[in-house]
């Protein structure tokens, strides 16, 4: 007869596992991991990666890219998705470039603007989601096409590019005595925002709550859809101050500008370890995989690697980002759960 | 004779949690076995390894003496292993009698579902357990009860060998336990073994013939029934002796508190009208399916109704806002604990303070640890066993989920406490300190509103108790003409108990 004193090492550790290992237990350890190895890797290998004027420019790529996942994050977390979010930045660069066109001059007046514009834009989106109901992967992508559609019929097929240089080079200027775009700095505040919010507020409680158990959260006097509004209403915002950067770092203002731009949004929240079916995932992850997947892109770039092959990157990077976390989290099981001590025999049937 | 099922030396451990170590359990055919145990003593686990969910780490399952490893919870099945679990586990979008004939629907030609046939069986089980469900109705939607129902008819379509049932009474009230044990003790006198579990003995007493004890995941002792007392199987099972169990205190009832008037949601309930003062406990009483959860969900909020008006503390509440309503210190434990009084991926940290995040912050912020501390202490006082309260609350055994709803809501420090089978699934210790916690409340204040299908429960708890029958309230008792007769004749409809 079996008696508990027979018990193997594995069971009797009650500590929990070593720091070693809770750490590359988890995702985001795998991409800061990753990070570090494409750096060393690439700058060692390709010519021109690792200076100073490689970084500035995956960072000026990577702003608005980084600005709009910060909202998506969230939205992601309560198990919605917003791919409005290029089409967003298109529309708010054409309205930004009519206004100045027609004659409005005073900078953070067309700022205000465009901000306001991205609100109302996101606020649509909330509409159809919360008070309609609707499914957000498709309202979104109506929106897509219809904000889109939009950009063009107030700009049609013209570029505005005719801003004072001050406003253009200041947006791309450098922290002084450094080549870091200044504008990392707003982003590294919004970061902040959006990470104690998503982290040490009630807010962020309620959006894991909504995200794993709508109903529940209901139950505990969570506004589950007043929740689910703001953060499009946030999103659609952000999108636009994307757009306003976007404008000015190019100086030119065109309808088609930033298409696409969702798909490396969504990409890099998927790959920062956001579950897409909501609850699960945090900032620290996707921030990791935005400054990956800009690093990555533009290594393989200047290794002239061709547009097609970094499509597939990009592409492989995407489906290794949903698969990933959840192979982790199963290896993570695998070491916890022992398989069985003794084999039995199976009954024949 | 060798048992059918048995068990011997099995250990099964999750992380660093040994949620069994040694257990044995020996069932024959013909007999219906009780296992009771304290929450989170390892009950379900046990059932899970009999039910190939889990493999034992150790030891082994013997089927007719011969030993077995069910790769899955199908290898089981074909064993002649019917289970119920503690928790309903129905396909929300699949009918009622897709889900009773999950993967076995009966085929008419050309390999289609024969509906009809699949329909006509499904009637004939809830027939045999005077159920009144339509078979052709979404799972999604019924109340737990009524899941725990078809839960019962499915694991009866088997006509097993074995019937393991964990729990399957925690929700019903004492009509369908009546029936449900009717067909129990049928399938035992023609050769079925029965495995029961529950945390009310008088069940235990009545449908078992032999009990066996755990305690924290060990084998304690089996005996006949015939030898066994309540008090003593509670000695044996929690180690130590338990004080009463019912201990309400007199309170003098204070101002009104809740006040409900002509509530009405067609199709549910019907011109419902009570009050609760402070310093009360009222409990709501009645069969499966009589509105009781209904009307409190409506009450708090989650629900619409049609008509009628809510007053707390003589203020108009909000209909269809439960931030409103907890602000207004309204508090509702409800029925469904996974679906509704938690989030289950969340930690029992974040569970337990969900409804107090604004309160628990700072300037909107939640830095310094006042979430640990408050889950920490609710955890202590409520006995929820876990190893860490940073666990998500999927991890725990089904008594100490229910813990921490009651923790959570409780917490809330609340006016108006309304709550919906207290002490589902929750055992006999910490049952009297629920008990005790609600009549201190009371006696601080608090107006209760308790939804019971326990009879013992209300009868001992409530101060006065409301009937309702078939979505409306038929029967107002006071406590001293309330006895297990009154209410139970006003439930089945009877005319003459209203008060
Ligand atoms: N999947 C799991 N992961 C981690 N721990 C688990 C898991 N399932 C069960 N446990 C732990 O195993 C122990 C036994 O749980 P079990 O559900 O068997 O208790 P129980 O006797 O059924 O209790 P109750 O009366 O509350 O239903 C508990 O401490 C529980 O926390
Ligand atoms: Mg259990």
């Known amino acids: 007869m079996a008696t508990d004193t027979l018990v193997t090492p594995a069971r009797t550790a009650k500590a929990g596992p070593p720091a070693w290992r809770r750490l590359f237990g988890s995702w985001d350890a795998v991409l800061i991991l990753a990070l570090l190895v494409v750096v060393l890797v690439a700058s060692a290998t390709i010519e021109g990666v690792g200076s100073p004027r490689f970084y500035r420019f995956v960072a000026l790529e990577a702003i608005p890219i980084a600005l709009i996942a910060l909202p998506m994050t969230l939205v992601i977390i309560t198990g919605e998705i917003d791919l409005s979010v290029a089409s967003t930045v298109g529309l708010t660069c054409s309205v930004l470039g009519q206004l100045w066109y027609l004659g409005v001059t005073s900078l953070p007046l067309l700022i205000l603007l465009s901000l306001l514009l991205g609100a109302v834009l996101g606020a649509v989106n909330g509409v159809f989601i919360t008070v309609f109901g609707l499914p957000s992967l498709a309202v979104t992508i109506g929106t897509l096409a219809l904000y889109r559609g939009l950009a063009y019929v107030v700009l049609g097929d013209r570029a505005i590019a005719d801003y004072p240089p001050t406003w253009t080079q200041n947006a791309v200027a450098p922290i002084p005595g450094t080549v870091i775009p200044w504008f990392v700095l707003v982003l590294a505040a919004l970061a902040v925002v959006f990470g104690v919010l998503l982290y040490a507020t009630p807010i962020g409680r309620s959006l894991y709550a909504i995200g794993n158990n709508a109903e529940a959260s209901n139950f505990a006097g969570i506004s589950v859809l007043r929740t689910k509004f703001w953060l499009f209403v946030a999103t659609g915002a952000m999108a636009a101050l994307a757009g306003v950067f976007w404008t000015f770092r190019f100086a030119s203002a065109r309808a088609d500008n930033a298409t696409g731009l969702e798909l490396a949004v969504v990409a890099a929240v998927l790959l920062g370890g956001v579950s897409i079916f909501g609850g699960r995932g945090g900032l620290v992850g996707v921030i990791a995989a935005v400054a990956l997947l800009g690093i990555l892109r533009n290594a393989l770039q200047l290794a002239d690697v061709p547009a097609n092959a970094l499509t597939i990157v990009t592409g492989t990077l995407l489906i290794l980002s949903v698969v990933g976390p959840n192979l982790v989290r199963m290896a993570r099981e695998r070491l916890r759960r022992r398989r069985p001590a003794t084999t039995l025999e199976r009954k024949p049937s | ?499």
Request: negative net charge; proline residues 5%.
């Open chain 2, 1 to 499: 004779m060798l048992p059918v099922l048995a068990l011997e030396g099995v250990d099964k451990s999750f992380g660093a949690v040994a949620a069994l170590r040694d257990a044995r359990l020996e069932l024959y055919a013909g007999e219906a076995h009780a296992l009771v145990g304290e929450n989170g003593a390892g009950k379900s686990t046990l059932v899970k390894i009999l039910a190939g969910v889990h493999g034992p780490d150790t030891g082994s399952v013997l089927l007719d003496g011969q030993p077995v490893a069910f790769g899955s919870p199908a290898d089981a099945r074909a064993a002649g292993i019917a289970v119920i679990y503690q928790e309903p586990t129905l396909f929300p979008d699949l009918s009622v009698a897709e889900n009773i004939f999950m993967g076995r629907q009966p085929l008419k030609g050309l390999r289609r579902i024969d509906a009809a046939a699949m329909r006509e069986r499904t009637n004939e089980l809830f027939a045999r357990l005077g159920v009144r469900i339509d078979p052709d109705r979404p799972a999604r939607g019924l109340s737990i009860a009524d899941q725990q129902l078809v839960e019962i008819a499915k694991a009866l379509s088997f006509d097993a060998r074995v019937l393991v049932m964990d729990e399957p009474t925690a929700a019903l009230s004492g009509v369908e336990v009546d029936r449900l044990f009717a067909v129990a003790r049928s399938l035992r006198d023609n050769g079925a073994a029965i495995l029961f579990i529950s945390h009310r003995f008088d069940e235990v007493f009545s449908l078992c013939q032999r009990v066996t004890v755990m305690r924290d995941g060990r084998w304690i002792a089996t005996d006949e029934i015939g030898n066994l007392t309540v008090d003593g199987v509670v000695r044996t099972m929690v180690g130590r002796d338990i004080s009463a169990l019912f201990p309400k205190m007199a309170t003098e009832p204070g101002e009104v508190r809740l006040q409900v008037d002509g509530l009405t949601r067609h199709g549910y309930f019907d011109d419902v009208s009570f009050t609760v003062r402070g310093g009360e406990i009222v409990a709501l009483a009645g069969l499966v399916g009589a509105g009781r959860s209904e009307v409190a969900r409506a009450i708090f909020g989650v629900d619409r109704y049609d008509a009628g008006q809510v007053r707390v503390d003589g203020r108009p509440l909000r209909p269809g806002a439960p931030p409103a309503a907890i602000d207004a210190g309204l508090a509702l434990v409800p029925e469904d604990r996974r679906q509704q009084g938690l989030v289950m991926e969340l930690s029992i940290e974040r569970n337990a303070t969900l409804p107090r995040r604004w309160a628990l912050s700072r300037l909107g912020l939640l830095f310094g640890g006042g979430e640990r501390r408050s889950a920490a202490e609710w955890a202590k006082r409520l006995q929820v066993k876990a190893a860490r309260n940073t666990d998500p609350v999927s991890t725990l055994s089904g008594g100490n989920q229910q813990k921490v709803v009651l923790a959570k809501w409780l917490s809330t420090a609340p006016r108006v406490l309304m709550i919906d089978e207290p002490t589902r699934g929750i055992d006999v210790g910490t049952k009297s300190e629920v008990h005790r916690l609600l009549s201190q409340l009371a006696s601080e204040g608090v107006a209760v509103l308790m939804v019971s299908s326990e009879l013992p429960e209300v009868l001992g708890m409530a101060d006065r108790v409301l009937v309702m029958h078939e979505g409306r309230l038929v029967a107002d008792i006071p406590r001293d003409q309330a006895d297990e007769e009154s209410v139970m004749f006003a439930a089945t409809g009877q005319r003459g108990a209203a008060a």
